[in-house]
């Protein structure tokens, strides 16, 4: 980083009172960078902090307690020029764009956004103030955020997500789910992060332990032929899906939002990646089992990745896996 910059922005933060955070869209990004808003709180303590993420993730920044509105990004060029008007009325000082997401940082040049710092893209890195490269060994997005609020005087150490599980979502999950109980996550984002189906119902068969099904729509459709005992996959929303990956005693998960979402209430996890680095995206959080698919597609490409890296990993791999996270048999 410049030091020249870093001297600027901090000259500017004491009087910045209207900050706008772009998030990624997705579920375990945004759980990873709650942490932000805490550190954002201690730069600019009085500010009006406004969280800018997808229609699927905004149930996490709501829940965060430093965060004081949030906004849906725009999609399409109608929506985005909107949404320029929008940014321009509302008179932010700052701008924070947590990930290189080009577009995003466009419309926050275009409303006028009179500081503006991040994570360089691939286009338009003149446009920030001041900027970092995400460096290898780095979690992203956390740890390259957490290092650029470093320099300007924040305590980052602490890069724990911070969100509140509503009451309301605590009970109805008492309600559905038995305390210690295994969970399982068998969809992601990208078909070639997940695990075969068929392996996951080969694990559950040998296990005696109650087990319940989480995720959204995609993975309900990809359970619906079998219906397995303890499904609640499509019938939870995100912050219930929290509150009962709070009673189970561990998660069995491809690469995805669950997964973070479990390290983030401290329920530890059996993660299992193959075209995506476990240590670049591994979950918040002490205590979890990382098996990193091998094979040839090894560079972690999900363009180039034919599924051989997840289909390296075996259920006896995952069983010996949660033998040392939970006491099962």
Known sequence: MDPGAVERVKSALGWRKNVVVFLHPNIGDVVNLTAVFRWMRQLCPESRLVAVTSELAAPIARACPHVSDVWIRPEGILERMLFVFRLREAKFDLSLHCQGQNTMLRLACQAGVPVRIGV??????????????WQDGEVEQPETVGRL???????TSDRSPEFTVPKACQLRAAELV?????????????????????????????????????????????????????????QLSLLETAAVLQRCSVLVTNDSGPMHLAGAVGTPVVALFGPTSCERFRPPGQGHVLIQGTCKCAVRDLDQCQGHCLNSITVEQVREALRSRAQIR
């Open 120 to 133: 360089y893209g691939t286009k338009h890195r003149s446009q920030l103030d001041l900027g970092v490269e």
């Open 149 to 155: 609020l470093a320099a300007l005087g924040a305590d």
């Open 178 to 234: 038995q305390q210690g109980s295994l969970a399982f996550m068998v969809g992601a984002s990208d078909p070639a992060k997940q695990w075969p189906l068929d392996r996951f119902f080969e694990l559950r068969e040998g296990l005696s332990e109650p087990v319940v099904w989480i995720g959204g729509p995609n993975e309900r459709a990809m359970l619906e032929p079998s219906r397995p005992e303890g499904d609640l996959s499509g």
